[in-house]
């Protein structure tokens, strides 16, 4: 069998069944005539098939995993039953969200290495030359803010005004912590290169601000502020900065497919990898709220707060479970 050609021919009805499923996806089963709703199932029936051979006949992974998303999506349209929304999303942030991550785990890992190289250089670099925190890297701003610098100047920490205001704390850190998230994971559309951009300029403020801290003895101080709620920010922020990099990996090698293809799916999967941070910066935001700045609290305290909540995120990502309900996220895949 000529596979180039199979491909060619039957790309028409792929793109036939997708236009039908993005019209379900935004009015339901309703928007449907029924001779639309009769070729929704015939187009069902033979992209499985073609799922099939193409597992068959071991082509590409983009291959196998754009017919997959379209049997998935279609199957779930055919068989609808009543939906709960409650379970649907507890069936993702159990099931679905952690086997996104593990799933893309290189793409996290490289964002963490595009956040921690340019921090320990930040750090690196301050230590050497205390000039280098005023250095302006973007929009006039230096590395470390001058009421931040002179703040530990005189051995106090910024975090101090935190304290005894809990509430707005909370509200002020969730904001500013997924507004980073955000920006990791929607940036990816520049190709990429925006959430490297932000990954390395976070980095480097973070590993500056720390050589800083050093100088002036204040770095226990500083990392007994982080601990208790760093695990699950710095964490969440790795998770979008790999979707923004998934984004962008697909935009740049899209494969056998139309680049807008490729990303249609890339982009399914990193909104999920993202949506499933934002509870997780909620509690971290709440952790940085009320805990962290508390002095009051024995460091050692928070320090343990910090190892428990990274056991506990280890064991509800790698964790194995059971699948039960749908978890359909843009992870399933059909057997």
């Known amino acids: 069998m000529n596979v180039e050609r199979w491909l060619k021919v039957r790309k028409k009805a792929w793109d036939e069944l997708d ?17 639309q709703l009769q070729e929704l199932g015939r187009l069902y ?14 082509l590409s992974g983009d291959i196998q995993v754009y017919l997959n998303n379209l049997v998935v999506r279609a199957h779930n349209q055919v068989y ?7 379970k649907d999303l507890f069936s993702f942030l159990w099931i679905g ?35 280098f925190a005023q250095y302006e890297i973007s929009r006039g701003q230096p590395l470390v803010p001058e009421d931040m610098f002179n703040s530990i100047e005189k051995k106090q920490m910024w975090t101090d005004a935190v304290e005894g205001k809990n509430a707005l704390a909370f509200s002020m850190i969730s904001t ?17 290169i925006g959430t490297i951009f932000v990954l390395l300029l976070n980095g480097l403020h973070i590993g500056t601000a720390l050589g800083v801290c050093k100088i002036y003895g204040m770095a226990p101080k500083l990392l007994t502020f982080v601990a208790a709620h760093g695990v699950i920010e710095l964490n969440c922020i790795f998770i979008s900065g790999g979707a923004g990099l998934m984004m962008g990996a697909a935009l740049l090698f899209p494969g056998q497919y139309k680049r807008v293809d490729m990303f249609k799916i890339a982009a399914k999967k990193a909104a999920g990898l993202f949506a499933g941070t934002v509870p997780l910066l909620l ?47 843009g992870v399933t895949e059909v057997k």
């Open 19 to 35: 236009k039908l499923l993005s019209l379900t996806d935004k009015d339901g089963v309703g928007a449907l005539d029924r001779k």
């Open 45 to 58: 029936r033979s992209t499985s098939a073609d799922l099939s051979r193409a597992r068959a006949l071991k």
């Open 80 to 86: 609808q039953t009543d939906k709960n929304r409650w």
């Open 97 to 131: 969200f952690p086997r996104l991550v593990r799933e893309n785990i290189l793409y996290i890992i490289t964002s963490f290495l595009l956040f921690a190289c340019p921090a320990w250089v930040g750090y690196s670099m301050v230590q050497k030359n205390l000039n």
């Open 176 to 192: 500013n912590n997924i507004g980073v998230s955000i920006k990791a994971f929607v940036f990816g559309i520049s190709f990429g």
């Open 283 to 329: 509690i971290a935001g709440c952790i940085e709220g009320f805990i962290s700045p508390r002095t009051d609290i024995d460091p050692w305290v928070k320090y343990a707060v910090s190892l428990s909540t990274l056991i506990l995120l280890a064991l509800y990502i790698f964790a194995p479970r059971k699948l039960s309900g749908n978890t359909d996220s």
